[in-house]
């Protein structure tokens, strides 16, 4: 198996859960590019190893990922800067897409960049210490790898706005009552916690998993622009029909309507 300095990739037993680890806590598992290529390729090692379910998780006993290197970000230019985002976008999408279930083990910081990988995995547990938050605005950027995006889905638009727009960094229970994280476990107990839950995963039908997921994943595609097209569509086709015809005529000749 292929071995990389800043992430490590392993497997249980059964060769069934593939855990992968971010490893450079002296900078909190901060994302420099090395360690996004890293990521990049472990996922598709584990996925080309018929992994049953995915854990990704952080070295040390402070952070799961601090986000984007910001001593890398500091002076990129516009085409870097897109180079970059390209890659936190093609980790994120891979675990989006990964073919079994994504669990994030939140094992502390997880701010910018962490908690947009976070939010692309299918589930997150946060350690009672995890401090979760989409910090960018405070280094004068805002979130680059998805966090517009999935963030909004997860705990809704006007959350989200609030979470982005002030940068705020909230504890694991206030981020498990808005529904950021699934459930909160003591510190000690995350690892093998998380392991059961992705164990078990890896009992359930494979298929039938990979289907569901990709069915839910679905829910998320389209535009707004696309779905305010549809909605016109299937507004305007129901003139014409004889509930449209029979309430509107009830409505105005002041009687209770006879639907179909
Ligand atoms: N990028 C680069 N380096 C980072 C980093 C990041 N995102 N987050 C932490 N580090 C580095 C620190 O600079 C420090 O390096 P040093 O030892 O050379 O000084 C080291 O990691 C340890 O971090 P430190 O800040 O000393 O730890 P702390 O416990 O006092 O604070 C945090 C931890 C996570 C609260 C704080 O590091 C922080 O706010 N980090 C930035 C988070 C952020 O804005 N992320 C979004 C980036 S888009």
Redesign the pocket.
């Known amino acids: 198996m292929p071995e990389w300095d800043t992430v490590r990739l392993e497997f249980d037993d059964d060769d069934d859960v593939a855990t992968l680890t971010v490893d450079r806590p ?3 598992n ?3 590019v090395e360690t996004l290529r890293a990521l990049r390729d472990a996922i598709s090692e584990a996925e080309s190893e018929d992994a049953r379910a995915l854990v990704l998780t952080g070295a040390g006993e ?2 799961f990922i ?8 500091q002076d990129l230019s516009t085409t870097e800067a897109q180079e970059y985002a390209e890659l936190g976008h093609d980790v994120a999408d891979m675990l989006e897409s990964f073919p079994a279930p994504a669990i994030a083990a939140v094992n502390g ?1 997880a ?4 908690c947009e990988l976070a939010l692309a995995c299918d589930l997150r547990v946060a350690s009672e210490n995890a ?1 979760i ?4 605005i ?2 004068g ?1 805002i ?2 790898w998805g966090g517009t995006q999935r963030l909004a889905r997860v705990v809704g638009d006007e959350l989200a706005r609030r979470l982005i727009f002030f ?1 705020e ?1 909230i504890d694991a229970q206030d981020a498990h009552e808005m529904g950021l994280v699934g459930e909160v476990v003591a510190h000690d107990q995350i690892d093998a916690h998380v392991e059961e839950m992705a164990r078990d995963l890896a009992k359930r039908p494979a298929f039938a998993l990979q289907a569901a997921k990709e069915a839910l994943n679905q829910t998320h595609e389209g535009t707004q622009s696309a779905g305010l097209r549809y909605e016109r569509r299937l507004w305007s086709s129901l003139f014409g029909t004889h509930d449209q015809r029979e309430g509107m005529a009830a409505f105005l000749d002041d009687r209770e309507p006879e639907f179909k």
């Open positions: 002296d900078r909190l901060a994302l420099n402070k952070a601090a986000g984007a290197d910001i001593s890398h970000m910081y701010f910018g960049g962490g401090v938050g989409q910090t960018e405070d280094l950027i979130p680059g940068g960094r």
